[in-house]
């Protein structure tokens, strides 16, 4: 029999081969996947509720802000050295280090309420606990952008990057389906008064601290770091210009218009719990039979809108990012762009209705869907074995921009006064801060529509 015939014959009997081929699943890949879960389950659970407990301790809206824009300066500043690192050392050690930073991380928001007490300023010790803390947690997150990009490119053929970007996001995204409802559950027992919002959500850290081993471990243990396409070293801030200024010019009107959509995004974000939970204050009431009525706290509600908004992102992920192998990747990013920029103006402008909270956050859903397209094209253009250097570059350049968006945001909500005179330069408005991050999200779509050039496998 030849070698043409006993391979054939050994695919033929490969029940699973459809699936992987659908999927992009390579070992390496699921493997991602499966860490993905676990992390984005902790930060998922947490960091959407970070300004609820933030607020329990005491911190008001500009400091909130200020929390948001040093996540940002963390998202810029961690994945061109995360990508550097793990194209050196390869993505396996890299990854595992970067996972015990996030569990550590987890465990200062754990004890930061014991801190309270200690004034710092104007605020408490343990205010400046959870910054702290975020230093560490988003490690993973944003450390290991660069190397889980790489391993992505490292596994698939160019024409399923897409599909293994979706298989990736599938694993993130269902981790962000459950976490938040598992943190709406943890929520459940408790009331609305701060220290009930600081007990459930110490409950919900533990939780992250736990899956936080668990996918260290995963990763470690079976990630093939043979399979690993290492770089050259990293020669410091000559080869970070270097890098810069070799990025694929095809990035160039996507990074822009991502800038801009992020910028808005960001200059809100942070705040969606606040408009839910302290602004339109909207729970659940759910008639049970047998068992009356199931009332949910704005707390407990907002994780079940998370919920929902992730249910609808993962029913739409892959069939979008099949779409996109037909019909290319600009009209898929484009359609999350735009829903990005038009949701912050939607729910600030929402009626008191659990209706049509669950009805918004559900169309919020189908921005996710453009993500495995979105990271198909920042990453195709890559030379093998710089995947984590070409995706480190991209975001360095975005997120240094985004930067001040969350703290602009805050500074719209809450106005801006004269600190000598005390006179009211700014009259800030939550609607004021939700509707200028809307106009820029728009601009940003509106540029990448305009200008967005097409991956050329997907052409």
């Known amino acids: 029999m030849s070698l043409e015939q ?17 999927f992009a699943l390579e070992r390496d890949v699921l493997v991602l996947s499966i860490a993905m879960f676990a992390f984005s389950l902790g ?10 407990y933030m607020t329990a301790l005491g911190a008001t809206a500009v400091v909130i802000g200020l929390f948001g ?16 690192i793990s194209d050196r050392i390869g993505s396996r050690y890299a990854l595992t280090a970067f996972g015990l930073c996030s569990t550590l991380g987890f465990g200062i928001w754990l004890a930061a309420p014991a801190l309270a007490a200690i004034t710092v300023g104007p605020t408490s010790l343990a205010i400046v606990a959870v910054f702290v803390g975020l230093v560490f947690a988003q490690a993973w997150k944003s450390f290991g952008l660069g ?3 790489a391993i992505v490119k490292q596994s698939v053929s160019p024409s399923q990057l897409a599909a293994g970007f979706a298989s990736t996001e599938t694993f993130r995204r269902t981790a962000f389906l459950v976490g938040p409802l598992l943190a709406a559950v943890l929520f459940f027992p408790f009331g609305s008064s701060d220290s ?42 000559s080869q970070l210009i270097a890098d810069l200024r070799a990025m694929p010019t095809e990035l160039r009107p996507l990074l822009i218009a991502d800038t801009l959509v992020r910028f808005g995004n960001g200059m809100v974000y942070v705040f969606f719990v606040i408009v839910v939970t302290r602004f339109l204050e909207v729970g659940l009431s ?9 009332e949910l706290s704005p707390q407990s509600y907002f994780g079940v809108l998370l919920g929902l908004e992730m ?6 992920m892959i069939p979008a990012a099949k779409a996109a192998e037909r019909v290319g ?28 909270l669950a009805a918004l956050f559900a169309v919020s859903g189908l921005r996710f869907a453009g993500l495995p397209a979105h990271k198909a094209l920042i990453v195709g253009p890559a030379e093998q074995g710089a995947g984590g250097r070409v995706t480190g570059s991209y975001y360095l350049l975005r997120n240094l921009l985004v930067i001040p968006s969350a703290a602009l945001g805050g500074l719209l909500w809450a106005g801006v006064s004269n600190p000598l005179t005390g006179e009211v330069l700014l009259a800030g408005s939550p609607t004021l801060a939700f509707t200028v991050a809307t106009v820029i999200g728009a601009i940003g779509t509106v540029y990448f529509l305009l200008f967005g050039a097409e991956f050329e496998a997907y052409a």
């Open 6 to 22: 006993e391979t054939a014959d050994s695919e033929e009997v490969d029940p699973f081969d459809s699936f992987r081929q659908f």
């Open 69 to 84: 824009t040093v996540g940002n300066v963390i998202s810029a500043v961690y994945p061109y050295p995360g990508g550097a």
């Open 286 to 294: 759910l008639p049970v039979p047998a068992l009356g009525t199931l």
């Open 43 to 52: 930060f998922q659970m947490t960091s959407r509720y970070m300004a609820e």
């Open 147 to 149: 190397a889980s990009f």
């Open 196 to 237: 009930d919002v600081v007990v459930a959500f110490q409950l919900i850290l533990v939780v992250a601290i736990v899956f936080g081993i668990l996918g260290t471990i995963v990763q470690h243990s079976l990630y093939e770091a043979d399979a690993d396409s290492l770089g050259k070293a990293f020669d410091g801030g």
């Open 329 to 356: 990747l600009k009209p898929v990013v484009a359609v999350g762009f735009a829903i990005y920029a038009i949701f912050p103006v939607l729910l600030i402008s929402a009626p008191e209705s659990a209706t049509v």
């Open 311 to 316: 249910l609808v992102a993962l029913l739409v």
